[in-house]
C-alpha cells in the first residue's frame, strides 16, 4: 500500500509540474543566427524568393499566395510541410514587417502552434548576418504545456534551416 501511495505521489507531482508549466511559460522564446558570405541585397532577395524557399526548407511541399499586397506587409501564403511521419501540415504564413535588405517578420498559423519568426538582416566585412527572434505560443492550454519542453528541437530545427539557406546562398 505504502509503494502505491509513493506512486500516485510522484505521478500528481509530476501532473502538477506539467500543468503548471502552461501557466508559468505564456510562450516560448530562442533566437538563431547565421553568417552567410555574400552581400545583403543578394541574400536578401534569395530569401524572400518564395520560389526558391523549398531548397533550404525540405519539408516544404508547396507555398502559394492567397493575398498579395504592394510593400509585402499583410501578404499572405498558404503553406503545405510534412510532418516526420509524412502527415501533411497545413500553415498559414503572414508577412507583418517588410523593409528590404533590413527586416522580415512572419506570423505563422499550424492548427493550435502560433509562431513569430523576426528575422534581421545586418552586413559587416563582406558578411550578412541573419538573425532570427521565435516566438512560439499555442491557443490550446495542453499545447502551452508542452511547448517549453521542445524548445531545443524548435530551435535546432530553424537553425537548420538557415544553415541550408546559408548553403544555397554561398554556392
Excluded at 40 to 59: H, M, Q, T, Y
Amino acid at each position: 500500500m505504502k509503494t502505491i501511495k509513493i506512486i500516485l505521489g510522484i505521478i500528481i507531482t509530476l501532473t502538477i509540474v506539467f500543468l503548471a508549466t502552461g501557466l508559468i511559460f505564456k510562450e516560448t522564446k530562442y533566437t538563431t543566427e547565421v553568417a552567410v558570405n555574400k552581400p545583403i541585397e543578394e541574400v536578401f532577395s534569395l530569401f524572400n524568393d518564395s520560389s526558391r524557399i523549398k531548397e533550404w526548407i525540405p519539408e516544404l511541399k508547396s507555398i502559394e499566395a492567397t493575398d498579395e499586397k504592394p510593400g509585402k506587409i499583410g501578404s499572405t501564403y498558404k503553406m503545405v510541410v510534412t510532418s516526420n511521419n509524412g502527415e501533411k501540415i497545413n500553415l498559414e504564413e503572414k508577412v507583418l514587417a517588410y523593409v528590404p535588405n533590413e527586416k522580415v517578420t512572419l506570423f505563422i498559423h499550424a492548427d493550435n502552434m502560433l509562431k513569430t519568426d523576426d528575422y534581421s538582416f545586418t552586413f559587416k566585412d563582406g558578411v550578412t548576418t541573419i538573425k532570427n527572434e521565435s516566438v512560439c505560443r499555442s491557443n490550446s492550454y495542453l499545447l502551452s504545456c508542452v511547448f517549453p519542453y521542445f524548445k531545443s528541437t524548435f530551435k535546432k530545427q530553424d537553425q537548420g534551416y538557415l544553415n541550408n539557406f546559408k548553403k544555397i546562398a554561398e554556392k
